[in-house]
Structure formats: C-alpha cells, structure tokens
C-alpha cells in the first residue's frame, strides 16, 4: 500500500504544477455558517446564464443537512426540514421553503425531471417546485417514525420510512404523486440501516441488507421479483440503471461474499467481475455500466483502493489508491473523487480520472486535478455535488465551517 500511494502521490504531483490557484469569479453575500437561517427572496428569481465558479456560505442548518443539484441549481435541504434554492451563476440563495421539524440527518432528492426537490427530515416530507420556489406538498408520519430513503422516477416520489430509532422491522415504503403528494400505494418493505431505495424504468428496489432485494411494480407496489436464494445481497449498489450487490461495508468479518451484478427485470444474478478480498465500503455506478468501488482492508477503512469494473464487458478496468472520503461521482466521463489526504503534495483537491483509461490515461484521457481550495480540505469533512446535465461543473460542500464553492470539473 505504501508503495501505491508514493506512485500516486507523484502522478499527482506532476499534475499540480500544472494547477494555479485561480481566483473565485463571485461570491455570495449568504450568511455566515453561525447564523439561524438564510436571509432569503420570497419568490423565486430567473438567473441566465451557465454555471460559473463561486463560493457560498452555508448556515448551519444547511452544513447539517444535505445538498444535491440539477442542470439549473443547488438545492440544500437543512436538518429543520426546510428546503434552499441557489443560484448557479453566483451562489446566492433565490428561493426557501421554511421547515419546522429537526433530525440528525436529512434525506433529500432533487428531481430535475419532476421540477421537485424533497426533503425527508424526521416524520416530516416536504417538497419544493423547483420552478417557482414554493411549497409544493407537505406530509407527516404519526410520532415515532422517520424517513430513511427517498427515490422518484416517472413523477412518482418513493419514500421509505421506518421505527425512530430502527430495529429491523416496521419499514414501510410509500409512494406518492410528484406533483401533489397525493398518496397512490403503501407496502411493508425488508429494509437494513443505510441501504439505498432505487427507481428506474417502471419500478422500484429495496434491500434487506442480508440476501433479498425486491422489485415492485412502480405504479402498483406490487412485487415483480425477488433475488433467487442463494445470492447474497449484505449491500446494493445502484446507479445508471444497474444493480450490484457486495458485501457489507458494516461487516466485522475478513471474508466477503462475490460481487453480483443483478438482472433489474428478473434480479438473477449475471456474469460479473470478479473483485479483490477487500471489504467494499461505497461506489458509484456510471450510465454506461462502470463501477467504481471503494475497497479497504477489513480492520482499518481509511486507506484502500478504488477499483473500476465494466459491468458491460465482465471486466476489471483499474485501480487507484486511496483514502476515505465523503465524496465520489461521475460527471462527464469521469469519475470524480478527492486526493489521498495522507499525500501532503497534492492533498485538499478534486481528482477527476477517465472512467475507462483509468489513471494511466494519457491526452485528454489523462488525470486531472483542481487547486486546493478551503472547501475540499479533509477537515472540512468535504462533500461532492454533481450537478445533472453538461453543466462542466462540480460543487464541494464543507460542512465543518459550512459554505459551498462550485468550481470547473477538472
């Protein structure tokens, strides 16, 4: 392992002196992270133009939450429930739903199809038109339950919720009207801590966390199909309209069951990649079937390797080193993650990496890396945000001193 990271570190090196830092071309008159809330428009305002590089300040609500972003904007989702529109020319805050409820964590989906970002803090499901800026919908869960998940596909938002706090049963999985919120099924769901709720092309996923996932009729709730037995499932990976099981980045174990690719019609497994005995930990799938993953050793998380496979092909593509972090995403053909941080040359950046000629690309295939900036320091606890469409633009989230900086995809 130390040998991979002194390769890297120097690919990377070489990589950074061909960065400058260049300045922000605007910045936000937000409110510093102390302050309670955004001061904020009422309606929402028209902003022209592509995205443009700028920092924001983020309150601390909005550092508590959580952040995604279409093709147009930023949408923040705070640990009150509410919900914050910024612009993507400068960062500066054009809408609020106010919230009025509080959580450890907030589930949000920004659905740039459905023009809906909705927020999922505690018992309390809100949604914003992500055209106007107002209320769109609001529903409530009876005392003691929680939203875990939220997915939508073919304007209908699927939100899992579950027993506060969560003892394995009890987890049922709602679907709602987008544009509405008016309510069209309801099903009991197996369901495991931190497992993701997945919709595409007519239906929906959900995964106990131990061998089953299940699909469901998108319009009825029905069940479709259930994975066969015999295929273990500790862990789904979803993303471009692909479904991967691994083992379980929550296991104690040394041994981790084979990396199954499933069938989204039938959730029979097909022929996949076969994978390393490192523990898998998170990954991210592409549109055309590459999937990175994070893989580390059993007793310590913190360094390990990212691995790409191509799911279409059966086949490993590469390997990189690495070290844990809050970020990773795909964007332009790219996979997009941070630097190691225990690589002091070239630490506190954003790495972008050709999905398909991996880090020994070369031209236009090649590696590249952005300055360091505040936001992307490790301490900052950095998060990635990739706006959707060819925006050429990636945001970072700091959420120890809490503000936003959008800045060219590397």
């Not at 305002?45 to 300040?57: D, E, H, L, Q």
């Not at 309510?183 to 995964?207: I, M």
């Not at 979803?238 to 019609?265: E, I, K, N, Q, W």
Request: glycine residues 12%; aromatic residues 6%.
């Amino acid at each position: 392992m130390i040998r991979r990271a002194a390769v890297v570190g120097a690919a990377l090196l070489v990589l950074a002196g061909c960065s400058g830092n260049t300045p922000s071309q605007g910045s936000s008159s937000a409110p510093r992270s102390g302050d309670s809330g955004p001061t904020v428009a009422t309606r929402s305002m028209a902003v022209s133009g592509p995205w443009r590089a700028w920092t924001a300040s983020l309150t601390r609500p909005e550092a508590h939450g959580s952040c995604g972003a279409t093709a147009h904007q930023v949408v923040c989702a705070t640990d009150t429930g509410a919900l914050v529109g910024r612009s993507r020319a400068d960062g500066r805050v054009t809408w609020t739903v106010p919230g009025d409820s509080h959580a450890r964590t907030a589930q949000l989906l920004v659905d740039g199809a459905d023009a809906r970002a909705v927020a999922g803090v505690a018992g309390v499901l809100r949604a914003a038109d992500l055209r106007t800026g107002e209320q769109a919908w609001t529903r409530r869960l009876p005392a003691g339950r929680a939203y875990v998940a939220l997915a939508a596909t073919d304007g209908i938002v699927y939100a899992l919720h579950a027993p506060d706090p969560f003892i394995r049963t009890g987890a049922v999985l709602d679907a709602v009207r987008a544009s509405d919120g008016t309510p069209l099924w309801h099903r009991n769901a197996t369901w495991s801590t931190g497992e993701p709720l997945a919709a595409f092309r007519g239906r929906v996923y959900t995964a106990d966390g131990i061998t089953r996932v299940t699909a469901r009729d998108a319009r009825t709730g029905a069940t479709v199909a259930t994975s066969p037995p015999g295929v273990e499932c500790q862990h789904l990976v979803t993303g471009g309209h692909y479904l991967v099981c691994t083992g379980s980045p929550f296991s104690a174990g040394d041994v981790f069951p084979p990396m199954r690719r499933l069938d989204p019609a039938t959730l029979r497994p097909l022929p996949t990649p076969r994978n390393t005995i490192d523990k898998p930990v998170q990954g991210v799938i592409s549109g055309d079937g590459v999937l990175v993953l994070y893989e580390a050793g059993a007793e310590d998380t913190s360094a390990g390797d990212w691995y790409a496979y191509d799911l279409e092909n059966d086949r490993r593509l590469w390997s990189t080193y690495a070290t844990m972090t809050d970020g990773a995403g795909v964007a332009g053909g790219r996979f997009v993650t941070f630097t190691p941080v225990n690589d002091r040359a070239s630490r506190g950046r954003v790495l972008t990496i050709d999905l398909h000629a991996g880090p020994q690309g070369t031209g236009s295939a090649a590696p590249r890396m952005s300055p360091a900036y505040a936001q992307t320091r490790d301490g900052e606890h950095p998060a990635l945000v990739v706006p959707g469409g060819n925006t050429g633009h990636v945001v970072v989230m700091a959420r120890t001193h809490g503000s936003l900086r959008s800045l060219p995809l590397p």
